[in-house]
């Protein structure tokens, strides 16, 4: 999928300590700002066919943002989500077994210490990656998330951040943040891999333009209930060229500890993406992914074909088929349709 770049330079926005726009005004991708105060968020509507199941509908997200921005240092942001409603299986009729997850996904105060410091308190996303971090449906790339993008590390930090960012622009933008005790409102146990502890991590970010960029990360973690510690170092990239865009991530993780249930020592993964913008509401994309997680001898691989249509930049319908092998972890094969839209 070609991503808008005006719509990500939005969302950036709308989590860092900004200007706002107009008061009284509500433009779709952006938002309605009145006074101090932005609100938006944006909707995604599964339709799943996987292979040996049950076709079903599901509201994967409908999400809420709130950003405030007053004076220097007091720039609040809130955003929850409801996640995983069943709105329709084969065969069992509208809402079956529906039990929607209520999420807190970020609450958070930017302080402006000064123009190019800002120190961010509360619940926030991990700056490990891309993904993490542009996660709304409208702006990713493909329905189905990479393994690599968020399986082998916290995807949340409850504690602080500080971010710098440069005004010269061959200079990095850095992130280096902390958590010194358990999550802030963890998401509920079965939407989540492991939960994460005392947690360190800084990334670094060289950016061109609006979307291109090549970034490193490091996040350092213990591992809840139990005595498990590990050490993450990522590499992400994007790149636009013309028409086409190139997009990956890469992690490597080593795990510290005795645990009996672990086969090896090492986790890493890496998927590939490229898309083509046929026009300005039409573009495909191809993936394939490697994963190998540390708990299943088998690796992970899954390779996807898939076809999007921008029937406005804030809305996006996508089609993708996934070819799954190997061990089974999220990612099974069958078709997918969404329809999305950042309000």
């Known amino acids: ?82 996640s995983g409603a069943t709105l329709w299986r084969r065969q069992e009729g509208l809402f079956p077994d529906n039990h929607p997850d209520l999420i807190l996904e970020r609450l958070y105060n930017d302080f402006n210490l000064t123009e190019k410091f ?37 995807e949340y930090v409850s504690g602080l951040k500080l971010i710098y960012t440069p005004s010269d622009e061959h200079l990095p933008e850095m992130r280096f943040y902390w958590q010194p005790d358990n999550e802030l409102a963890p998401r509920p146990q079965s939407l989540v891999t492991r939960e994460y502890r005392r947690i360190t991590g800084v990334h670094l970010n060289w950016i061109s333009g609006l979307i291109d960029k090549v970034g490193f990360s490091f996040q350092h973690a213990t591992i809840s209930n139990n005595i498990e510690t590990q050490t993450l170092l990522g590499l992400n990239a994007h790149k636009t060229l013309g028409q086409f865009q190139i997009e990956t991530e890469a992690t490597y993780t080593h795990v510290n500890g005795d645990r009996l249930a672990r086969v090896r020592d090492d986790e890493w993964g890496t998927y590939l993406l490229g898309s083509y913008s046929i026009n300005d509401k039409w573009s495909i994309s191809a993936r394939y992914e490697y994963f190998s997680d540390r708990n299943i001898l088998q690796s992970s691989r899954n390779a996807l074909l898939g076809l999007s249509w921008h029937a406005d930049p804030a809305i996006v319908w996508k089609l993708e088929y996934v070819k799954q092998a190997g061990a089974m972890l999220d990612i099974t094969t069958g078709v997918f349709a969404s329809f999305s839209i950042l309000f």
């Open 1 to 82: 999928m070609h991503v808008s770049k005006k719509l990500v330079h939005v969302f950036l926005l709308a989590t860092m300590a900004a200007a706002p726009v107009l008061a009284g005004e509500y433009h779709l991708g952006e938002g309605y700002t009145t006074g101090n105060l932005n609100i938006a968020g944006y909707i995604n509507l599964v339709a799943e066919a996987p292979h040996g199941e049950k076709p079903q509908l599901v509201g994967d997200d409908i999400s809420l943002f709130i950003s405030g921005h007053f004076n220097q240092y007091f720039n609040p942001f809130f955003e929850t989500e409801f």
């Open 118 to 154: 800002v120190l961010r308190f509360g619940k926030m996303l991990a700056p490990v990656g891309e993904w993490n971090n542009i996660h709304a449906a409208p702006l990713v790339s493909t329905i189905t998330r990479p393994l690599t993008t968020y399986r082998s590390f916290s």
